[in-house]
């Protein structure tokens, strides 16, 4: 963080998103305007402007804090570590702004394409550490991969994005389970040699 | 149909319908207002407000279009039926305007009771159909299920949804016939049986 960035304007960028991210959970995306964003962050509309010159960008940004954090830096097993990562996103799919934010990215995407980019970088960014994580389990021995590594995301996300945002179910350890057994055939015995040494190299 | 229904109204209230969606289309749920439809369709506003008092009510008729048509009257082998079901469905969902409409609805029943209802209708068809044409497989001894039936929609359509109108990508014979796998254990000698049987009672 550049230390030449003013606390006042952090502040405000800081409380204008919270304005717009409980707009959006309250009314839905068609309540982001400069106008209503400004009235509910208590600030003016000039400072909105300034920071955020279309309503889209500020909708881009509330996006940005979402899809991130998951299936980072894989730990054997990749089995267990894979369920609670799942279970961790379904979790936060259930919140109701992130559900809200990630349907209004799929959906922004069909017109807007910075919307559209920034979904491909996210499901990009998805892909990949997935891919990481599916080649530690093959190289531990701890599955035999039969699904191809660009569905590994459709296989494991999207059943728990359809289940929690669209079914607006609750996800149980059982359905994980069973979606990860859809990506190949899974070892007992090499998940729980992998369990008792740590990560290996 | 009716003989009473004025066909007058019935033409003006498919030019409007025509219209939402092609608005819907090329702009967003954001331009479906009485103005823009009725100036796209070439009929008065009071017409567009006299069929559908608010714009969400368009958008549900829109949607009801969109939905019902798959996974009814499953033939054996269930296989190979619920694998064309599966690639029509996941054609549909590739053009356009039904990917527009089955995200708006999702999106709009995070705001929108009415909407709710409607998309839970919708799943709840989609759930039973599913369940009687997998109950047709079990009994054919087809499939030795191991998904728990209400899980079935979710492996199946949840990674079509998330391909097509997410990833914006295309699916194929081999995707399908995965996510088929992952239902349970298929026999193929029941599945040729069935296939030179025709339907068994």
Not at 104 to 119: C, K
Not at 128 to 139: K, S
Not at 151 to 174: E, K
Request: aromatic letters at 4%; proline letters at 6%; hydrophobic letters at 45%.
């Amino acid at each position: 963080m550049s230390s030449s960035i003013d606390p006042r304007a952090t502040r405000s960028r800081d409380a204008i998103l919270a304005a717009a991210r409980s707009l959006l959970l309250d009314e839905g995306p068609a309540a982001l305007t400069h106008q209503r964003v400004a009235q509910q962050a208590g600030v003016g509309r000039a400072t909105v402007y300034r920071h955020w010159p279309r309503p889209e960008q500020l909708l881009l940004d509330l996006m940005t804090d979402v899809d991130m954090p998951y299936f980072q830096e894989p730990e054997a097993p990749v089995r267990s570590w894979l369920h609670s990562q799942l279970r961790e996103l379904a979790d936060a799919m259930a919140v109701p702004h992130i559900a809200a934010v990630t349907l209004t990215l799929m959906q922004g995407a069909l017109w807007d394409p910075q919307v559209a980019t920034q979904r491909d970088a996210c499901l990009e960014i998805l892909n990949e550490r997935l891919e990481v994580a599916l080649a530690l389990a093959a190289a531990n021995r701890e599955i035999d991969i039969s699904a191809d590594p660009i569905d590994f995301s459709a296989i494991l996300v999207g059943p728990i994005i359809y289940r929690v945002a669209i079914q607006a179910g609750s996800v149980s350890p059982h359905f994980i389970d069973h979606l990860i057994d859809g990506l190949g055939r899974w070892d007992v015995d090499s998940i729980r040699r992998a369990d008792q040494n740590g990560q290996p190299a």
